[in-house]
């Protein structure tokens, strides 16, 4: 098994040697390299895996000046999903937008959500919470979520997570770390550097998880045709 960085020289110098032809290949190859690990084969780059994806920002349903409203502007949110598939595209899984933007949220319900109660908000989103165009993966971001930076309530292999306004590790971590658990993924005490490190800036994906979480997020696409 060779690494990526080895197979890439090695094709430069074939283009050198033996002409044009290559090229193709090697920006093939260029184009599914990866930054944060180079231990992927790279001879039989990874398909890429597209999930839909919907970010929600809560809003106070009464007045949006209050404590319990998010901060966030869907701009800040669109931004979190660039960072997310910066980090998810080591197991070249992309989350496609569907729908990034606001819903309101009946006070009561924001203020058990800020207390990390996220029964009511659950039970009203099949009733008085309307929340459109759903993805496979949701993600609802609020001012206050019970004292954790993000959170997936109904734990592994449930759909959707929340993510506080201020966390104290960035954004994109912050849910991409989510969007793990989601995807099959526990907690590992291993390596800070790793993404389901909790509480830290971690962002990697051992070869092991990519490979959970790309037959986990197959699954999810294969349940739904
Ligand atoms: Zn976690």
Do not use: K
């Not at 430069?12 to 090229?23: D, F, P, R, S």
């Not at 994906?205 to 349940?223: N, P």
Request: without cysteine; proline residues 5%; negative net charge.
């Amino acid at each position: 098994m060779q690494r990526r960085g080895v197979v890439f020289s090695g094709a430069m110098i074939l283009v050198l040697a033996i002409g044009i032809w290559l090229t193709t290949s090697d920006a093939q190859d260029s184009e599914n390299n990866v930054p944060t690990t180079t231990s992927i084969n790279a001879e039989t780059p990874l398909e890429p895996i597209v999930i839909p994806i919907s970010l929600y920002l809560l809003e106070d349903a009464g007045d949006e000046e209050t404590a319990f409203s998010t901060r966030r502007s869907v701009e800040e949110v669109e931004e979190i999903l660039v960072g997310m598939n910066d980090i998810w595209s080591q197991a070249s899984i992309e989350l496609q937008p569907r729908f990034i933007g606001t819903i309101q949220v009946p006070e009561e319900i924001l203020r058990q959500i800020a207390q990390g109660n996220f029964t009511p908000f659950y039970n009203a989103t099949a009733t008085i919470i309307d929340v459109p165009q759903p993805g496979m993966i949701n993600g609802f971001y609020a001012r206050e979520i019970g004292g954790a930076n993000g959170i997936t309530p109904g734990g592994i292999g449930s759909r959707t997570f929340f993510v506080m306004d201020d966390p104290t590790v960035h954004d994109r971590r912050v849910s991409s770390h989510e969007v793990g658990h989601i995807l099959g993924l526990h907690h590992t005490l291993e390596s800070a550097e790793r993404l389901l490190f909790p509480g830290t800036n971690g962002m990697t994906l051992t070869e092991e998880e990519i490979v959970v979480a790309r037959y986990v997020a197959q699954g999810m696409l294969d349940r739904q045709r």
